[in-house]
Antibody
Framework: EVQLVESGGGLVKPGGSLRLSCAAS????????MNWVRQAPGKGLEWVSS????????YYADSVKGRFTISRDNAKNSLYLQMNSLRAEDTAVYYC??????WGQGTLVTVSS | QSVLTQPPSVSAAPGQKVTISCSGS????????VSWYQQLPGTAPKLLIY???KRPSGIPDRFSGSKSGTSATLGITGLQTGDEADYYC???????????FGGGTKLTVL
């Protein structure tokens, strides 16, 4: 069974940093591209970033480019999102997704003073 | 403002059929596959349709997808109260080099 479990969310002040993790199991992690998608409270889905299976291709939404960094460790079956210079508008539930076919349950990031 | 345009809400009675539209452009829907997602209240999104019209294992054939030009449509027949959810379309945008989603459509089963 495919499982994706996000962690690392929490309350952070504007300008602060946070690192999200996504632990994958139930499939060959190294064979799939992975994504981060976020959803602000009461709002729709917003794609954040994608990384190919071997990390050769990485893409970011304009709204996070230069502030967020996606990475993966295929040996640890893990996906990461390093978030720096956080803003209030980054407040959202962050989901990791395997090629958008399978989604984790999400982790809440709140940026507030 | 979402790149893909969906109606904010649709409604229909139990047992009836409903369609949800998703409008885009040649850089996204026009030249890429469309997916549809269902998000039940308080839960993560779930893939309903991929590659325009394919259903993942376990998704009932009451759900269907189609695409024509720069628009896509999700159809749901035999509506059930359990279908009440938010529905999103999504696809890759070749000009933006970004995955884009519609703003979401809230389905109410009256």
């Amino acid at each position: 069974e495919v499982q994706l479990v996000e962690s690392g969310g929490g309350l952070v002040k504007p300008g602060g940093s946070l690192r999200l993790s996504c632990a994958a199991s139930g499939f060959t992690f190294s064979s799939y591209s992975m994504n981060w998608v976020r959803q602000a409270p009461g709002k729709g889905l917003e794609w954040v970033s994608s990384i190919s299976s071997s990390s050769s291709y990485i893409y970011y939404a304009d709204s996070v480019k230069g502030r967020f960094t996606i990475s993966r460790d295929n040996a640890k079956n893990s996906l990461y999102l390093q978030m720096n210079s956080l803003r209030a508008e980054d407040t959202a539930v962050y989901y990791c997704a395997r090629e958008f076919s399978y989604w984790g349950q999400g982790t809440l990031v709140t940026v507030s003073s | 403002q979402s790149v893909l345009t969906q109606p904010p809400s649709v409604s229909a009675a139990p047992g009836q059929k409903v369609t949800i539209s998703c409008s885009g452009s040649s850089s996204n829907i026009g030249n890429n596959y469309v997916s549809w997602y269902q998000q039940l209240p308080g839960t993560a999104p779930k893939l309903l349709i991929y590659d325009n019209n394919k259903r993942p294992s376990g998704i009932p054939d009451r759900f269907s997808g189609s695409k024509s030009g720069t628009s896509a449509t999700l159809g749901i027949t035999g509506l059930q109260t359990g279908d009440e959810a938010d529905y999103y379309c999504g696809t890759w945008d070749s000009s933006l080099s970004a995955e884009v989603f519609g703003g979401g459509t809230k389905l109410t089963v009256l």
